[in-house]
């Protein structure tokens, strides 16, 4: 599909043809292929819906001063395209973007869930000097100590889209950098599931009680000794969580 500005995003639709619509939202950096593994628990029951970012999979374009606001602008036109409302499930920068759509398009988004994010801004704990540098010059061994625990012998999808340019990462590292929803996320009125791993040190845990008692009404779980990918290594704990968040969804 084409956005009003006329970039082309690829957007990729499974499940039930007629199910209520879940948008999945990925990280920074990466395309649907994060969702690998991930969206296929969903698809008995929703109609589940992911895109490629602006520089990332099949959305290529010129690279611009992109912003999780824009992103979320772009989440809005898909949403659009699709002619209803939607649950939207934004992780990490998905769910810095996934603030911006609820709360600057709240007649599309039915249901908020948002794990391993932040505010951003000011009132966001950011992560250690020890673990920026680790990133620098970040190795498949370093995102996978950050990511999963020492248990954790699986493959990920979360390692970002090896396809972009350098161009295209700096963008994506400066939109999710420059974050900062702090003033709109009370007037987010779509019910909100937040979900964060104890351990996680790329956005640390304390951001999700934030985000909890900013957005009116919100529900918090803490997930003991997960990481930043703790969604993908425990999916079989977090599932039920996010089904229960979900029942009664038709």
């Known amino acids: ?37 991930l969206r296929e628990p969903f698809e008995d029951r929703f109609r589940v819906v992911t895109f490629d970012y602006r520089g990332t999979g099949g959305s290529r374009g010129p690279v611009d ?12 036109a898909v949403i659009e395209s699709l002619g209803e409302r939607a649950i939207v499930y934004g992780t990490s920068m998905g769910g810095r973007v996934a603030q911006f759509l609820a709360a600057r398009h709240p007649a599309l988004v039915d249901r908020l869930i948002l794990a391993c994010t932040s505010p951003g801004g000011q009132q966001a704990h950011e992560r ?27 493959h990920s ?21 420059r974050h900062d929803a702090w003033d709109v996320l009370p007037t987010i009125q779509a019910p909100t599931l937040v979900l964060h791993g104890t351990d996680d040190r790329m956005v640390p845990s304390a951001n999700a ?22 969604f993908d290594e425990f999916t079989g704990d977090i599932q039920p969580v996010i089904d229960d968040f979900l029942e009664g969804v038709q």
Not at 65 to 76: I, R, Y
């Open 128 to 154: 250690t000097p020890e673990v920026r540098k680790l990133l620098l010059n970040a190795r498949t061994r370093t995102l996978r100590e950050l990511f999963y625990t020492d248990d954790w012998d699986g």
């Open 209 to 230: 009680p934030l985000l909890a008692k900013r957005i009116p009404g919100a529900v918090l779980h803490l997930h003991e000794g997960g990481r930043h990918g703790f």
């Open 65 to 76: 001063d992109w912003t999780t606001s824009w992103f979320a602008d772009d989440a809005a």
């Open 1 to 37: 599909m084409l956005t009003g500005d006329g970039f082309p995003l690829a957007v990729q639709v499974s499940g039930r043809a007629e199910g209520p619509v879940l948008l999945l939202l990925a990280g920074q950096a990466n395309s649907h292929v994060w969702w690998t593994g």
């Open 157 to 177: 999808h979360l390692f970002g889209d090896s396809t972009m340019t350098a161009g295209e990462s700096r963008a994506h590292l400066r939109a999710s950098n």
